[in-house]
């Protein structure tokens, strides 16, 4: 995994606890990568779900009959 950070050069003098220009990591960072983050597919199917599909049509301004 490669992530790319913009940083602005800070000046010597600016205190460690001012976070401008310097990178601040992702809270979820640490999960994704060390593979404990959770995602939808990983959730185990449930009794009575239900699935959705986007069905678009094949003609402009068609009239669904």
Do not use: K, W
């Not at 199917?45 to 959705?52: A, Q, R, V």
């Amino acid at each position: 995994m490669c992530v790319f950070l913009t940083v602005q050069d800070t000046e010597p003098s600016q205190s460690p606890q001012d976070p401008v220009g310097r990178p601040i990591m992702h809270l979820a960072g640490i999960n994704h990568a060390t593979g404990e983050a959770v995602y939808v597919d990983d959730l185990p199917s449930m009794d009575g779900e239900l699935f959705l599909a986007v069905v678009t049509s094949t003609r402009a301004h068609a009239r669904i009959v």
